[in-house]
T-cell receptor, first 115, second 118 residues
Framework: AQSVTQLDSHVSVSEGTPVLLRCNYS??????LFWYVQHPNKGLQLLLK??????LVKGINGFEAEFKKSETSFHLTKPSAHMSDAAEYFC?????????????FGTGTRLKVLA | EAQVTQNPRYLITVTGKKLTVTCSQN?????MSWYRQDPGLGLRQIYY???????DKGDVPEGYKVSRKEKRNFPLILESPSPNQTSLYFC?????????????????FGEGSRLTVL
């Protein structure tokens, strides 16, 4: 079965320290992978996406993610957290092959940034 | 501006009173979908539509209906709302050509509709 696992439901970091949000996926196909951010009372905004080009993907606001096929992972990182990064983050897999077209969402990681 | 527009953004209603949440996109996307978001459960798909001719159930379709009469609109209908449908609802769309050439594009989301059923 296809699935997405976000390994931490909550992550707390201090402002200025690195951020690591972990995502593992399970897929029979070569997936497309996305990270979305959701600020309070807002919709989901795309941070970055992987679609079988470069395995290191750069996104908006200094975020990046690395696709590691051998580890079936797509972890999100940022070198230095900012207060404005406090939000909920979703890892999403798109399965698009053999008549299947489905987005599968992780359950989210809430990032807290401490002053 | 490319966008997905949902209405209403907030609604409080009572059990059994039919309601419709509208969704419209201006990006000429084929694919549209509805999700509900509940604490600890992430986003769960209610219904999706590959194009105006194809609509199908997602993971949690019970109690909901949809309609896709034209490409840009995809309303969500709650015929007889119940308290367990209290949730935050999102409409989303993406570019999709056909099953032989599925795009790998991202979903574009509306701002969400917070529904409370008393």
């Amino acid at each position: 079965a296809q699935s997405v696992t976000q390994l931490d439901s909550h992550v707390s970091v201090s402002e200025g320290t690195p951020v690591l949000l972990r995502c593992n996926y399970s897929s029979s196909y070569s997936p497309s992978l996305f990270w979305y951010v959701q600020h309070p009372n807002k919709g989901l905004q795309l941070l970055l996406k992987y679609t079988s080009a470069a395995t290191l993907v750069k996104g908006i606001n200094g975020f990046e993610a690395e696709f590691k096929k051998s580890e079936t992972s797509f972890h999100l990182t940022k070198p230095s957290a900012h207060m404005s990064d406090a939000a909920e983050y979703f890892c999403v897999v798109l399965l698009a092959a053999s008549g299947t077209y489905k987005y599968i969402f992780g359950t989210g990681t809430r990032l807290k940034v401490l002053a | 501006e490319a966008q997905v527009t949902q209405n209403p953004r907030y609604l409080i209603t009572v059990t059994g009173k039919k309601l419709t949440v509208t969704c419209s996109q201006n990006m000429n996307h084929e694919y549209m979908s509805w999700y509900r978001q509940d604490p600890g459960l992430g986003l769960r798909q209610i219904y999706y539509s590959m194009n105006v001719e194809v609509t199908d159930k997602g993971d949690v379709p019970e109690g909901y209906k949809v309609s896709r009469k034209e490409k840009r609109n995809f309303p969500l209908i709650l015929e007889s709302p119940s308290p367990n449908q209290t949730s935050l609802y999102f409409c989303a769309s993406s570019f999709y050509r056909n099953r032989d050439f599925p795009d790998t594009g991202e979903l574009f989301f509306g701002e969400g509709s917070r529904l409370t059923v008393l």
